[in-house]
């Protein structure tokens, strides 16, 4: 996806992406939105006993059965504090659906690809293996979400 | 008609509606090579399949199409519309013979010989002598065969069978699952609502869901026969082949399984069994010689087990040559003459299944050409499965697969431990056994070697690991009360899990595991509840392998006594409470309805509370001595026998529990029967004796009693207080003259005695001498060799009664069947005793 971006940018096409957007931890971060099947609020999420610290558990969603990826663990980042409201993205994967637990997911937006940035060389490993790209915004930064990257659970150091 | 012969013709009629299109299409558009391909790919199937089949005529006219379609799929012969016209003839005779075949079940008779000369000139480039541009090609060089002239069109076949994409059934599933899921919270609903004018066609929709998702399960599965079809031909042609005499024996060909399982799984069956004959089993003579029988024998076994389908594959054969794999291992480099050296004979057996693995010196047409077992091993494990082989010299080999019910409804046992809930196939469940941490009381305790904790189990020592360390749930480890043994069967070995709670059973639909999640061992699959929760299934396998049970048949004199005694004194119990926070507790069999009726419905009838009920009053008795009456509703635990009906005011029904019940008399508190653990917390147990009689004074009198005259003596031999305590009321009530007995030993001292009785009602499971063992030594000799048996049990399974019948019993009645004891008691002593030792079968 970066490089495809990346290509529309060099090409001066004033495309515009659509991104459902995120937050966890205060940073807003951008998933694709067609890669998107579903937004959740809270909900009853089973214990998945042995499994990856990164995987919350799963959780039914209309009959079928969800992982639910922390994506805050995921991250490296501190777990939230006690009391603050969980709600999910379910984006699907290999024919399996995977729901990113995230701290708040806010409205989607349309963003035009001159505003796209490769990730600054600095960010941090944590952050860089999964960020395909930084937006910048006029109040503030958007960091668009590798979901394929997130999900590749095998693969984490 | 033969199932390959209407597969074949289901799919050539297909692929010939197919093919008329792609032929037009090709006609208006000659250079398109992509439908070029397609025709030329299609034509190709059916030739190929005809041969298969020994279809001589198709096969002749497929293949002389098939060769004018190669040479303009070359390029060498241009797509004229004289070359198509020759092989739309060429189609037409197709479809004339496969719709004989179709109504005959063989090809009609018929001459084609001018049609493939014909074929045959266009291949080669000659101009026949029709060719013409604009004329079209001789339509019927041969005469059409007798037998497809009144033929329908379209062959009936095709209309059988319509092929669905498996994401179709696939959503269908899923919705179907959704729809169950809310039809049940639908039925809670409407549960709760004494009168509904919903309730009918609630049902309705319920039995129709039931039905709905009944069938929609049974569109994706399958025979595993289907895989298998083809097998008998291939061993038939591989036998001539080899010149090796092959018997193929295929069991369990019904046992069904998913449709997309079994689609993968066809190809590795069909390898494994091409091995067998051709590396497996040896050549007639070398059978004589080793003094085996000349026929050797693949043989094809599928059936369920714990969630499983096992399908194994075993052969009488020479068994797999460890030297010569030692060897060929050493020479690929794949372990070093060290490790090697300390394998042992199955370990290293174990390398065909590596990559580039082959034994066979030759290649032969068979197999043998270094995709093997490897591959085998790839795809079964690709589907979630696993391979095992067993192979002993001279005697042969066994692979035994593996493969997860993908879809498959099972039944499961719900546990919990550390607040986790978890799903065990009711299949690999023996028993369930209530335990103590601490010694206290009778139940068996926990024991502990080096802190690995075992069971005493019918004089057997029972390895057990706690679920909650297992699967490092985190839970403190409990060091006192007691605690429920899961007693699980894994192979031929035996496991106890500990687990906190034991819930019901319930029918699930096994789901695979995200593949994130596949590496943990522990659980084959997960699934939706009832109740709309997730749930993971546990792999007792799994949990076997993780603790390294399995491989020794130790514990199976364990298994085998606990199939013997498989019973257990489980009882469901409803918990409720009634003037108080802890709960109370009754045997769910003796409640008839549980109901829940608004508050005003709650009337007087000479200062006692009544209601309406079915027509009739019941009268209510509280249960906590005074009535709420701010409560808008009031549940009631209906009590009935004969005509009466009686409720017990309760403030709240909590749950139903199956649970060991030990109850603890105390005769403290009048309506209590005593105290007992139930789903791990302390119960009060109530006398439903006591209540019956706060409604109806003369509940256990109200029967007329029969024979006055002469009452019958009953001897009730029962272990449990609580039980006798129910049973003897009960049938003092019902006119007989009873006398108690705690065990085996005190009735038969009372026989000893001289002690004299009409009958004897006796429980099965009871320690020391349970019912089977009595009724044996009360039917051997004495004065009670003749008298009624009737055998009392939790859970009737038609094995239990079969030893039951075995050892004398006359009758067998379930445990709370109050009036189908009576029956049998009246029924046994109105009838002179027939029953002999001899005579009970």
């Known amino acids: 996806m970066t490089v495809d971006l990346l290509d529309r940018q060099q090409a001066g096409i004033d495309e515009e992406q659509v991104f459902v957007t995120l937050t966890v931890a205060d940073q807003l971060c951008g998933v694709p939105v067609l890669g998107v099947r579903d937004i959740l609020g809270e909900q009853a999420i089973t214990r998945i006993p042995l499994a990856p610290p990164e995987v919350a558990g799963s959780l039914n969603l209309r009959g079928r059965i969800v992982t639910a990826i922390d994506l805050r663990r995921r991250l490296r980042l501190a777990p939230p504090e006690a009391g603050t409201p969980c709600m999910s993205v379910v984006t699907e994967q290999g024919g399996e659906l995977y729901a990113l ?57 | 008609m033969d199932e390959l012969l209407t597969e074949f013709l289901t799919e050539t009629n297909e692929s010939l509606a197919e093919l008329d299109v792609a032929l037009l299409k090709l006609e208006r558009t000659p250079e398109d090579n992509d439908t070029l391909s397609f025709i030329f790919r299609l034509v ?106 009144g033929q329908p069109a379209e062959p009936a076949v095709a209309a059988q069978t319509i092929r669905v994409a498996v994401e179709v059934l696939e959503d269908l599933m899923t919705l179907v699952s959704e729809l169950v899921l809310t039809r049940n919270q639908l039925l809670q609903l409407a549960r709760s609502q004494e009168t509904s004018d919903f309730a009918a066609p609630l049902q309705r929709l319920s039995h129709i869901t039931s039905d709905l998702q009944e069938g929609v399960v049974k569109t ?144 032969t047409a068979v197999s043998g050409r270094g995709v093997g077992m490897d591959v085998v091993k790839t795809n079964i494990e690709k589907i979630g499965g696993s391979i095992e082989l067993k192979s002993a010299p001279g005697q042969g080999t066994t692979f035994t697969i593996k493969i997860p019910l993908t879809l498959a409804i099972i039944s499961a046992l719900i546990v919990a431990a550390a607040g986790e809930r978890f799903a065990i196939p009711q299949i690999s469940v023996v028993e369930l056994v209530r335990a103590n941490r601490k010694t206290d009381g009778a139940n068996p305790v926990i024991e502990r070697i080096n802190n690995t904790p075992v069971l005493r189990l019918r004089d057997r020592l029972l390895p057990l690991v706690n679920l909650n360390d297992l699967l490092a749930l985190g839970a403190t480890a409990q060091e006192t009360g007691g605690a429920h043994i899961v007693v699980a069967q894994i192979g031929t070995a035996m496991l106890g899990i500990i687990v906190d709670r034991v819930f019901d059973t319930e029918e699930i639909v096994v789901k695979p595991v995200a593949p994130i999640l596949r590496h943990i061992t522990m659980f084959s699959g997960n699934t939706i509840l009832g109740d709309g929760s997730v749930i993971m299934i546990l792999d007792p396998n799994g949990i076997a392998r993780a603790t390294g049970i399995g491989a020794s048949g130790e514990s199976k004199a364990v298994g085998a006594a606990a199939d013997a005694s498989r019973s257990g004194d489980r009882t469901a119990m409803l918990l409720f409470r009634a003037g108080g926070p802890q709960p109370l507790a009754v045997p ?68 139903v529990i199956e649970d060991r019940l030990h109850v603890e008399l105390s005769t403290a508190s009048p309506g209590l029967l005593g105290t007992a653990v139930i789903g ?137 069947q109050r009036e189908a004891l009576r029956a049998s008691l009246q029924q046994c002593l109105a009838e002179p005793v027939a029953a002999s030792p001899e005579g009970i079968m």
């Open chain 1, 101 to 157: 637990l995230v701290d708040q997911v806010s409205e989607v937006m349309s963003l035009k690809a001159v505003a796209f940035e490769r990730n600054p060389a600095t960010l941090p490993p944590e952050w860089s293996q999964f960020s395909a790209g930084v937006y910048r915004l006029d109040e503030q930064l958007l960091v668009v979400l590798d979901v394929g990257r997130l999900l590749a659970l095998s693969d984490a150091g």
């Open chain 2, 680 to 816: 791990g917390r302390a119960t009060d147990v109530i006398d439903t004796g006591y209540w019956l009689e706060q409604a109806w004074r003369d509940w256990f009198r109200g029967k007329p009693k029969p024979d006055a005259a002469r009452l019958r003596r009953v001897l009730v031999v029962e272990d449990s207080d609580f039980f006798r305590q129910l049973l003897l009321p009960t049938l003092d009530a019902a006119g007989y003259e009873v006398v108690g007995a705690a065990s085996a030993a005190e009735a038969l001292r009372l026989r000893d005695a001289g002690a004299t009785f009409d009958a004897i009602v006796s429980d099965i499971c009871m320690p020391d001498m349970d019912g089977i063992a009595f009724a044996r030594i009360v039917r051997e000799s004495g004065p009670w060799a003749h008298l009624p048996l009737i055998a009392l049990s939790a859970n009737a399974e038609p094995q239990d009664i079969e030893a039951g019948r075995d050892a004398g019993f006359t009758d067998f009645v379930a445990k709370f």
């Open chain 2, 220 to 363: 994706r599965m399958q025979p595993i026969g289907n895989a298998w079809n083809k097998l008998p031909r291939i061993v038939r042609d591989l036998s001539h082949e080899t010149g090796k005499k092959i018997e193929l024996v295929m069991l369990g060909a019904d046992t069904e399984l998913d449709r997309q399982v079994l689609e993968l799984i066809k190809d590795p069956l069909t390898h494994m069994v091409r091995n067998s004959a051709d590396h497996g089993l040896e050549a007639a003579a070398d059978r004589r010689a080793a003094g085996k029988p000349e026929t050797g024998r693949i043989a094809l076994n599928a059936f369920h087990e714990g969630g499983h389908i096992i399908i194994e594959v075993s052969d009488d054969g020479r068994g797999l040559p460890v030297d010569r794999i030692r060897a060929k291992a050493l020479a690929g480099g794949l372990a070093t003459e060290a490790e090697l050296a300390s394998m042992t004979d199955a370990q290293i057996q174990r390398f065909i299944f590596r990559a580039g693995f082959s034994t066979a010196s030759r290649v």
């Open chain 2, 588 to 655: 769910l069999g003796l409640v008839a309805r549980l109901e829940d009726i608004p508050r005003e419905t709650v009337e007087a009838s000479c200062g006692a509370p009544v209601t309406q009920y079915r027509g009739r009053l019941m009268p209510l008795v509280p249960m906590s001595g005074r009535v709420d009456t701010n409560a808008p509703r009031q549940p009631v635990l209906v009590f009935a026998d004969g005509d009466r009906t009686m409720g017990l005011m309760v403030d709240e029904i909590v749950d």
């Open chain 2, 44 to 149: 190709h199937t059916i030739k190929g399949t005809c041969g298969f089949l020994g279809l001589p005529r198709l096969e002749h006219v497929a293949h002389a199409a098939e060769n004018v379609l190669g040479k303009v799929r070359d390029g060498s012969l241009p797509a004229t519309p004289h070359t198509i016209n020759i092989v739309l003839t060429a189609l037409d005779r197709v479809k004339a013979i496969v719709a004989g075949l179709a109504a005959t079940g063989a090809e009609p008779a018929g001459d084609d010989s001018g049609l493939v000369a014909a074929l045959d000139a266009v291949a080669v480039g000659e101009p026949t002598p029709s060719t013409g541009p604009a004329e079209p090609a001789p339509r019927e060089p041969a005469p059409r065969p007798e037998t497809v002239a």
